[in-house]
């Protein structure tokens, strides 16, 4: 007996809330790849502005106050539920597919070999 785990049933939960959030509202009409996709990036780009002017090495203390912190997880949230969104309108197991690349991930670095060094573009 195969069992599904804790993490795929996650998103597999999320996934269905933000499905039933779309269909009460008759949504799934503007869903179309694109404009999902299109909507994704906008998250992605609200989230970046909060950190644009932001030190790099004073990122992670800025938002240890918890109002930024709250303010980051909202464009975080936001990003996940159109990233959920587009994997369901395109039919791909989320919680599979990243499990597979992470699985791949490791073969392609190797810890022994990459260890403190930022990976290089082929």
């Known amino acids: 007996m195969t069992t599904t785990p804790p993490a795929e049933r996650e998103i597999a939960e999320l ?3 933000v499905r039933e959030f779309s269909t009460e509202r008759d949504w799934q009409q503007f869903h179309d790849p694109k404009s999902v996709i299109l909507a994704l990036v ?5 989230l970046a502005e ?3 002017w932001v030190r790099a090495d004073e990122a992670v203390a800025t938002f240890d ?3 930024r912190r709250a303010r980051a997880g909202e464009e975080m949230a936001d990003v996940l539920i159109y ?3 587009l994997a369901d309108v395109l039919g791909v197991d989320l919680g ?3 499990r597979a ?3 791949a991930s ?3 670095f190797a810890a022994d070999e990459v260890r403190g060094r930022a990976p290089e573009k082929p």
């Open 15 to 17: 996934t269905r809330l």
């Open 42 to 46: 906008g998250e992605v780009g609200e």
């Open 50 to 52: 909060l950190f644009q």
């Open 65 to 67: 106050v918890p109002e």
């Open 83 to 85: 990233l959920v969104c």
């Open 96 to 98: 599979a597919a990243a």
């Open 101 to 103: 690349k992470l699985s």
């Open 106 to 108: 490791h073969q392609r």
